[in-house]
C-alpha cells in the first residue's frame, strides 16, 4: 500500500496551506483517514479524522480553521488550513485505515510533510 503526503510549506502567520494525502488502495477498502501531526520534542496528535460516511472530527486546537475533506476520488483526503499559527509548525502525517474482509482493519501511515508557519 502506497501512502503519500504533499503539500507542506513554509508560510508565515495567518496564511494558508492544504495537504493531500493520496493512497493506493481501493476506493471501497478504505475507511476512516485521519492526519496527526508531530512537533519537535513532542507526542504526536490527532488533528482531524474523516470516517468512510463522512463524518468529521476535530482537535480543538484546530476547530474552525482547519477542514478535512475527501476529494472525488475517494482515495484522497485533503486538509485545508487557515490562520495558520506558528504553534502549527509539526510534521503532519497521513494515516488512513484499511477495511480487510470480517471486520478486520489494518492502518497505514504516510511519510509526513513538514508545515513550518512563522510569525
Known amino acids: 500500500v502506497q501512502l503519500q503526503a504533499s503539500g507542506g510549506g513554509l508560510v508565515q502567520a495567518g496564511g494558508s496551506l492544504r495537504l493531500t494525502c493520496t493512497t493506493s488502495?481501493?476506493?471501497?477498502?478504505?475507511?476512516?483517514v485521519g492526519w496527526y501531526r508531530q512537533a519537535p520534542g513532542k507526542e504526536r496528535v490527532l488533528v482531524a479524522t474523516?470516517?468512510?460516511?463522512?463524518?468529521?472530527n476535530y482537535a480543538e486546537s484546530v476547530l474552525d480553521r482547519f477542514t478535512i475533506s475527501r476529494g472525488n476520488a475517494r482515495n484522497t483526503v485533503y486538509l485545508q488550513m487557515n490562520s495558520l499559527k506558528p504553534e502549527d509548525t509539526a510534521l503532519y502525517y497521513c494515516?488512513?485505515?484499511?477495511?480487510?474482509?470480517?471486520?478486520?482493519?489494518?492502518?497505514?501511515w504516510g511519510q509526513g510533510t513538514l508545515v513550518t508557519v512563522s510569525s
Open positions: 488502495l481501493s476506493t471501497f477498502g478504505i475507511g476512516t
Open positions: 494515516n488512513v485505515e484499511e477495511l480487510l474482509r470480517f471486520g478486520a482493519r489494518r492502518t497505514h
Open positions: 474523516i470516517a468512510g460516511v463522512g463524518n468529521t
